[in-house]
């Protein structure tokens, strides 16, 4: 490395460039780490070395989207993705709430109406808070913080590119990268770049989206579509294949059984093969129907993709430095420790192959690299048993393996599947109709029945499945399960009362205490 700089001029009159240079070719390392990724891992494991008087510094970099949408400091979670759909899918239950209230007593008046920006502004500038904090939270704990866009010049140079195009070289001696997904685009859909927006986009509209076109099936989808829904405007979904791929799909359909029923327009099986813009300014979508071929149009005043993301990858050079990658996915190769194929190059979160795609998996993950590396710890992040959450209309919240993963794993003879559907006490009143709440616990057959999987359908998901989380995490049984007290009345009391199994065909409907 010292050789490739010495004796070689400064190419810019820039006094930053020449000092760097003059540190690259005298072999020392400006920084112990360099992370380049300003999300929430990168975060996580830059302030946690920190911690450890390390000299640390981190590289962040938010290329907009086509319609031009940019964010500031904390990655796609505070940006785009958990923090403001949580928000806004938030804003969507009080609609539900509203139309309750009055079934408890409450004088609303009808129809109670949304107003999108109003909602709009409040969560960006909850957003904005967030980027603040965190760019004060780098600035307490000594961690240098450079807008950057960060490229490999060599295994432990990093080039920084500005905006302007500036070029900065930085030197470390180990470098994390966190650079987190960005939405795909389908790239064969004619209109699909020009005229469509992504997650990336519809969280910084200041205007209602108006009657919407969501294309995908993921989580991303049925949430956006959800909340969309919930505040009272026209949503479609449009679905190529099987909704929530990777999840229970028994639990994806009572999902979706729920949204329809809530609202939300459903095209199954369908694949779209244009967007065109039209004289009053609207989105004419041509989609095929998967089996038939039958094509059909409708207008939308917007479009939405969520059929997927991609690592962001791309302009780091990767291949310079011979970090190797899944050809497949674009996402790099990491080893237990989330070490990548070269000494001294670590890769955490959603750019790592095999991981899921979720914040508190990446911070953890962060943290305790930097603890491998700074404070002589041997842990590594364990995932599995990792608890989620899909933040649709009616939540469903799930940690281990689906129904379907624990049969192909140990055979169907050996699971054992208790389930129940119930209703909230807090629906009676309102007479809310949702017979897709819904619980399942997959089990071992055999032995104490350790439990593989636990499925909630119902308000509150996330809150409920955290809890049962940590039992599930430390091998938990169904006897346990049994012996554990309910808090009564609540849903998630419903959990310790299971007792109807699927295969003894018994109707699984709780009807009383």
Not at 85 to 96: I, R, T
Not at 111 to 139: C, E, F, I, Y
Request: glycine share 10%; with cysteine; charged share 25%.
């Amino acid at each position: 490395m010292a050789a490739l700089w010495r004796g070689t001029p400064c190419f810019r009159r820039e006094p930053g460039l020449c000092r760097t240079v003059r540190a690259l070719s005298s072999g020392k390392s400006e920084y112990d780490l360099l992370v380049i990724g300003g999300g929430s891992g990168g975060l996580a494991c830059a302030k946690e070395a920190s911690q450890f008087g390390k000299k640390v510094a981190v590289l962040d970099y938010v290329d907009p989207t086509p319609k031009g949408t940019k964010w500031g400091l904390g990655g796609t979670c505070v940006n785009v993705g958990c923090i403001p759909k949580k928000l806004m899918h938030q804003a969507s239950l009080f609609g539900g709430s509203l139309k309750d209230a009055r079934r408890y007593g409450w004088n609303i008046s009808h129809p109670a109406n949304h107003d999108w920006s109003t909602m709009a502004k409040a969560v960006q500038n909850h957003v904005k808070s967030l980027n603040w904090g965190h760019r004060v939270q780098l600035q307490d704990k000594k961690v240098k913080y450079l807008n950057l866009k960060g490229s490999f010049l060599d295994e432990h140079t990093i080039r920084g590119s500005t905006k302007g195009g500036k070029e900065i070289f930085l030197t470390a001696e180990n470098i994390v990268l966190a650079t987190g997904g960005r939405p795909k685009y389908p790239e064969k859909i004619a209109g699909a770049r020009e005229y469509g927006i992504t997650s990336d986009d519809i969280f910084w509209l200041k205007r209602s989206p108006g009657k919407t076109l969501v294309v995908g099936a993921s989580y991303v989808s049925l949430e956006c579509a959800g909340f969309l829904t919930g505040l009272g405007l026209d949503a479609t979904v449009m679905m190529r294949s099987i909704p929530l791929r990777g999840f229970d799909q028994q639990m994806a359909a009572l999902v979706t059984d729920y949204m329809e029923d809530y609202g939300t327009r459903f095209l199954k099986k369908c694949s779209p093969t244009k967007v065109k813009k039209t004289d009053n300014g609207r989105l004419r979508v041509t989609w095929k129907y998967v089996d038939s071929g039958k094509e059909k149009t409708d207008e939308f005043d917007t479009v939405m993709w969520a059929v997927g993301r991609a690592p962001d990858t791309r302009t780091l050079n990767l291949e310079s430095v011979g970090v190797k990658i899944n050809s497949e996915t674009g996402k790099i190769i990491v080893d237990a420790g989330e070490a990548t194929s070269v000494p001294h190059i670590y890769a955490i979160g959603d750019i790592t192959e095999g991981r899921p795609e979720l914040t508190p998996t990446a911070i953890a993950a962060g943290k305790l690299l930097a603890r491998r590396l700074f404070s002589q710890s041997a842990e590594v992040m364990d995932y599995d048993n990792v608890p989620t959450t899909v933040f649709t209309p009616l939540e469903y919240g799930c940690v281990g393996l689906s129904e379907e993963k624990s049969a192909s794993r140990f055979g169907s003879d050996h699971i054992e599947v208790y389930h129940a559907f119930y209703k909230p006490l807090e629906f009676t009143v309102a007479e809310r109709n949702a017979p897709q709440c819904y619980i399942k616990m997959v089990c071992l057959r055999d032995g104490e029945q350790r439990i593989l999987g636990l499925h909630f359908i119902g308000p509150n998901a996330g809150e409920v499945i955290q809890g049962f989380a940590l039992g599930i995490k430390c091998g938990a049984t169904y006897s346990q399960m049994m012996a554990t007290v309910g808090i009564h009345p609540t849903c998630a009391e419903e959990v310790t009362k299971l007792y109807i199994t699927k295969r003894s065909g018994a109707d699984p409907t709780v009807t009383g205490c």
